[in-house]
């Protein structure tokens, strides 16, 4: 799999330089992710056919519009073809999905994602060329049951395809060793980023540094590979 930042420059995208969102669909995910965008700064236009909707959330993004997406006029007059990341967002109508992204990728979108809500929705978004289809039942799933298997695991993000920064805490038998005697690079083919400590993080950290009770390590590699680190302290 391979991840956003890759996916964004093969559609000639710079995601330094993303300003506009459009969100389709305005459940509770296209809710979050509209009003999130626009706290950060981006313009946001959101869509819904359900004017109920698109009240509750205008005062809180750029524009909100009351349309039925699988109108390809409709989007357009919106200006949804402006846009630099389109965000589908509709969950419970499968062919008002995928008709919506077919009609934003037409419109000449660079970059459409799409939400999905079964493996073989998922499968038709692929194969009509969506650049992300995104699947938050299963991947939250997914999540808690690693944080389940691993529960020293506090929480976790994304680097790349394969490779996680994981927010951990650190389990007792490792509690006084130096980084340097846990050499975690030879032994797991990890690396401890960050020491949070209090209110201060370390960044720079000495090999001689000591993990204390209470520290929170920021480590950098696979969820194989920290599932073994944690199994064996």
């Not at 819904?48 to 009240?55: A, Q």
């Not at 809180?60 to 965000?87: C, F, H, M, P, W």
Request: zero cysteines.
């Amino acid at each position: 799999m391979k991840s956003l930042s890759y996916r964004l420059k093969r559609a000639g995208l710079d995601k330094t330089k993303l300003n506009s969102f459009a969100v389709i669909g305005l459940g509770r995910f296209g809710v979050a992710v509209a009003t999130t965008l626009e706290r950060m700064g981006f313009s946001v236009i959101a869509i819904d056919k359900d004017e109920t909707k698109v009240e509750e959330i205008k005062d809180y993004v750029s524009y909100a519009k009351v349309l039925d997406s699988t109108n390809i006029n409709a989007l357009r007059e919106a200006g949804v073809q402006n846009v630099d990341v389109a965000i589908v967002s509709i969950a419970h109508d499968v062919e008002a999905s995928v008709l919506t992204a077919l009609l934003v990728k037409e419109l000449g979108v660079k970059f459409v994602i799409s939400r999905a809500i079964s493996e073989p929705h998922e499968k038709i978004l692929e194969r009509i060329g969506v650049d992300l289809v995104v699947y938050p039942e299963r991947d939250m799933g997914v999540r808690l049951a690693q944080r389940l298997v691993v529960p020293n695991v506090i929480d976790y993000m994304e680097f790349s395809a394969n490779i996680k920064i994981f927010e951990v805490e650190p389990p007792e038998p490792i509690i006084g060793k130096t980084i340097q005697e846990l050499d975690l690079r030879k032994n797991y083919n990890l690396s401890i980023i960050a020491i949070q400590r209090g209110s201060e993080v370390i960044g720079n950290i000495n090999p001689f540094e000591r993990i204390q009770r209470g520290d929170i390590l920021y480590i950098i590699g696979t969820f194989e590979d920290i599932s073994k680190f944690l199994s064996r302290t």
